[in-house]
């Protein structure tokens, strides 16, 4: 790379102007500022502009226009080449901005900084996300430009997988019509067919990577305390892969690791394998193990790692081709919040859970989502761990309701100064959301309606357990609760496999068993539609939506994580399935980076 080609990139960049503003409500000395760094920007005079700008972060820093000040102050910066401080006031408004025009714009002068740096590969991502979020006409065409500009000056740097997830079908066929043919002649055919998958453009590609044979590599704890977990789930995994075998003639070779229950093992093992070939990978089982190894692999991007178990939040940031089968916990609760506005109408909640932090996350996604769909929160109560009488709690939520006023523990006044009984007065709020333990649950449901208050009881899959299921009809008959492991006794899948696990192991289906059946079951759905190599693989997966399993639909949202959450109800001792929820919500894509040449 030339430095002459890095001034030309840089240029063009830092005299893009970032795009209409409006700073109505700004104090006038403010917009005065800012107008005049913009004029200073625009006569080059980059030196005086950068402290102005500046100063607007410093001194105006609680002002909701503050990434755009950052935006312009990393501008200057681009334009006086002082490239690390620019990519910090890039970086630094890209996490404060939620407009989307900004963040492109942002992506696409950070972008330039870095190649300006030596940071190729960052840059490259930055271009890429710039151009797929782009909505004005020069920044697309800039940003399009600069992804040309890096492949044909380095012949290294590959195109990235991650931010190409998100790309609408217009957007791959535009892609792969300019790049296409570059990325064959660099060894990267496997990138362009996924590219190219229902698009025009023909592509003269290589033969493929693994047209009868792929190789499978999961990772499960096949000795130590989860051994028994690891082979429920390895047995759906073996079924799977032999039915494959036996429908389609191709083979699927699986390579099999035993990560011993032990994230340091299961890190160690990846690392250890890591620069074996194999085409995709299930498991590990539990979510710290899936963080282990996801942080080892984060170098194959092109290779997908489904996770059949694992339910904590955010594993699918891990990496760009980490896929979360199990709707993870947190959308789990922001979907309970959805079904409890759009569907039972509730206005008011309260929340009351443990203090652990799986939980507390759990409560918080669900207070969040109940308020952005406009209910209220009325309060958020934590009890410990350990607690077995909730009397305390369940008579400060009735206090609240009610409008009471405590002089004493356990006494109450109401609005005239009577003393009350806080067991019997009944307490009214539209829904409680309750996600715990069974253990505790077992104990906390019967208490609520013993203090007589009154509301959907709305929790986590924990309800499902037999402990709940056989309380009273009383206190369970305004029970809704969100479940990814219940099987899907409705579809054909489970049948089919109970079918075959009865003749192999003569017993009932697990529900570990069923995950790992699906998991290999989604990778053969999309294998048969023609995939040829691993990138191809992970593109298709990105875009799965209504896959029948054993254990309810897969749909993966922009984060790759299942969205797809059965709700239940507890009628006659059962749950009871009433649905899927609907609007569960998905974050964005976050690209994949690294800062090396």
Same mark, same amino acid.
């Given at each position: 790379m030339t430095l002459r080609s890095i001034l030309l990139l840089v240029a063009v960049a830092s005299?893009?102007? &970032?795009? /209409? @503003?409006?700073?109505?409500?700004?104090?006038?000395?403010?917009?005065?500022?800012f107008a005049r760094g913009e004029r200073l920007l625009e006569t080059n005079q980059v030196d005086e502009a950068r402290l102005v700008f500046d100063s607007l972060v410093t001194f105006h820093a609680d002002s909701p226009n503050r990434d755009l000040w950052l935006t312009n102050r990393g501008r200057a910066e681009l334009r006086a080449t002082r490239f690390s401080e620019a990519i910090a006031s890039f970086s630094l408004a890209l996490s404060t901005t939620s407009s989307s025009r900004l963040r492109s714009e942002l992506h696409f002068h950070r972008g330039n900084a870095r190649y300006a740096m030596g940071y190729a590969r960052a840059a490259m991502s930055d271009f890429v996300v710039s151009w797929r979020d782009s909505r004005r006409r020069e920044l697309t065409e800039l940003a399009l430009?600069? &992804?040309? /500009? @890096?492949?044909?000056?380095l012949p290294r740097v590959a195109l990235p997988i991650g931010p190409l997830l998100g790309l609408s079908q217009q957007q791959r066929c535009t892609l792969v019509e300019v790049v296409g043919d570059r990325l064959v002649q660099r060894g990267q055919g496997d990138i362009a067919m996924g590219l190219a998958v229902g698009c025009s453009k023909p592509l003269s590609l290589p033969l493929s990577r693994f047209p009868d044979s792929v190789r499978l590599a999961v990772f499960l704890p096949f000795s130590g305390p989860l051994a028994d977990f690891g082979d429920q789930l390895w047995r759906g995994v073996l079924l799977a892969v032999e039915l494959y075998e036996a429908e389609t003639g191709r083979s699927l070779d699986v390579a099999l690791f035993d990560t011993q229950a032990d994230p340091v093992t299961a890190a160690r093992i990846a690392?250890?394998?890591?620069?074996?070939d194999f085409d995709a990978a299930i498991g590990p089982l539990t979510s710290d193990a899936a963080i282990a190894v996801a942080g080892v692999l984060t170098d194959r991007p092109e290779t997908p790692f489904l996770l059949p178990a694992a339910s904590e939040g955010g594993l699918t940031a891990l990496g760009p081709s980490v896929f979360q089968l199990v709707p993870n916990l947190e959308l789990q609760a922001a979907a309970m919040a959805t079904?409890?506005?759009?569907?039972?109408?509730?206005d008011s909640a309260v929340v009351l859970t443990a203090t652990e932090p799986l939980l507390i996350r759990q409560a918080e996604a669900f207070a969040?989502?109940?308020r952005s769909l406009g209910g209220t929160v009325v309060m958020q109560r934590y009890y410990r761990s350990r607690d077995r009488d909730f009397g305390p709690y369940l008579q400060d939520i009735k206090a609240t309701l009610n409008g009471w006023v405590s002089v004493?523990?356990?006494?109450y006044l109401n609005a005239v100064g009577d003393t009350l009984d806080a067991q019997t007065i009944p307490a009214t709020v539209d829904c409680l959301y309750l996600p715990g333990a069974g253990a505790q649950l077992r104990l906390l449901l019967p208490q609520i309606e013993?203090?007589?208050?009154?509301?959907?009881?709305?929790?986590n899959d924990a309800f499902g357990d037999d402990a709940i299921l056989n309380l009273a009809d009383n206190v369970t008959s305004r029970v809704i609760f969100p479940s990814a492991l219940s099987a899907n006794e409705v579809g054909g899948a489970y049948g089919r496999l109970a079918t075959m696990y009865g003749i192999r192991y003569d017993g009932p289906v697990s529900r570990l068993t069923g995950l790992g059946y699906d998991a290999v079951s989604?990778?053969?759905?999309?294998?048969?539609?023609?995939?040829?190599?691993?990138?191809?693989?992970?593109i298709r997966l990105n875009s799965v939506a209504g896959f029948e399993g054993t254990h309810g639909t897969i749909s993966f949202n922009a984060m790759r994580e299942n969205r797809e959450i059965p709700l239940y109800k507890i009628a006659n001792k059962q749950q009871e399935r009433i649905g899927l929820s609907g609007l569960t919500p998905s974050r964005e894509t976050p690209p994949s980076v690294s800062e090396e040449n």
């Amino acid at each position: 790379m030339t430095l002459r080609s890095i001034l030309l990139l840089v240029a063009v960049a830092s005299a893009l102007p &970032v795009g /209409a @503003v409006d700073l109505v409500g700004e104090p006038a000395n403010v917009r005065a500022l800012f107008a005049r760094g913009e004029r200073l920007l625009e006569t080059n005079q980059v030196d005086e502009a950068r402290l102005v700008f500046d100063s607007l972060v410093t001194f105006h820093a609680d002002s909701p226009n503050r990434d755009l000040w950052l935006t312009n102050r990393g501008r200057a910066e681009l334009r006086a080449t002082r490239f690390s401080e620019a990519i910090a006031s890039f970086s630094l408004a890209l996490s404060t901005t939620s407009s989307s025009r900004l963040r492109s714009e942002l992506h696409f002068h950070r972008g330039n900084a870095r190649y300006a740096m030596g940071y190729a590969r960052a840059a490259m991502s930055d271009f890429v996300v710039s151009w797929r979020d782009s909505r004005r006409r020069e920044l697309t065409e800039l940003a399009l430009d600069a &992804v040309v /500009a @890096v492949l044909d000056s380095l012949p290294r740097v590959a195109l990235p997988i991650g931010p190409l997830l998100g790309l609408s079908q217009q957007q791959r066929c535009t892609l792969v019509e300019v790049v296409g043919d570059r990325l064959v002649q660099r060894g990267q055919g496997d990138i362009a067919m996924g590219l190219a998958v229902g698009c025009s453009k023909p592509l003269s590609l290589p033969l493929s990577r693994f047209p009868d044979s792929v190789r499978l590599a999961v990772f499960l704890p096949f000795s130590g305390p989860l051994a028994d977990f690891g082979d429920q789930l390895w047995r759906g995994v073996l079924l799977a892969v032999e039915l494959y075998e036996a429908e389609t003639g191709r083979s699927l070779d699986v390579a099999l690791f035993d990560t011993q229950a032990d994230p340091v093992t299961a890190a160690r093992i990846a690392k250890e394998i890591s620069d074996r070939d194999f085409d995709a990978a299930i498991g590990p089982l539990t979510s710290d193990a899936a963080i282990a190894v996801a942080g080892v692999l984060t170098d194959r991007p092109e290779t997908p790692f489904l996770l059949p178990a694992a339910s904590e939040g955010g594993l699918t940031a891990l990496g760009p081709s980490v896929f979360q089968l199990v709707p993870n916990l947190e959308l789990q609760a922001a979907a309970m919040a959805t079904h409890a506005v759009s569907v039972l109408g509730c206005d008011s909640a309260v929340v009351l859970t443990a203090t652990e932090p799986l939980l507390i996350r759990q409560a918080e996604a669900f207070a969040a989502r109940f308020r952005s769909l406009g209910g209220t929160v009325v309060m958020q109560r934590y009890y410990r761990s350990r607690d077995r009488d909730f009397g305390p709690y369940l008579q400060d939520i009735k206090a609240t309701l009610n409008g009471w006023v405590s002089v004493d523990d356990g006494v109450y006044l109401n609005a005239v100064g009577d003393t009350l009984d806080a067991q019997t007065i009944p307490a009214t709020v539209d829904c409680l959301y309750l996600p715990g333990a069974g253990a505790q649950l077992r104990l906390l449901l019967p208490q609520i309606e013993f203090y007589n208050i009154s509301g959907w009881r709305l929790g986590n899959d924990a309800f499902g357990d037999d402990a709940i299921l056989n309380l009273a009809d009383n206190v369970t008959s305004r029970v809704i609760f969100p479940s990814a492991l219940s099987a899907n006794e409705v579809g054909g899948a489970y049948g089919r496999l109970a079918t075959m696990y009865g003749i192999r192991y003569d017993g009932p289906v697990s529900r570990l068993t069923g995950l790992g059946y699906d998991a290999v079951s989604l990778l053969a759905a999309v294998l048969n539609e023609g995939v040829d190599n691993s990138a191809e693989l992970v593109i298709r997966l990105n875009s799965v939506a209504g896959f029948e399993g054993t254990h309810g639909t897969i749909s993966f949202n922009a984060m790759r994580e299942n969205r797809e959450i059965p709700l239940y109800k507890i009628a006659n001792k059962q749950q009871e399935r009433i649905g899927l929820s609907g609007l569960t919500p998905s974050r964005e894509t976050p690209p994949s980076v690294s800062e090396e040449n």
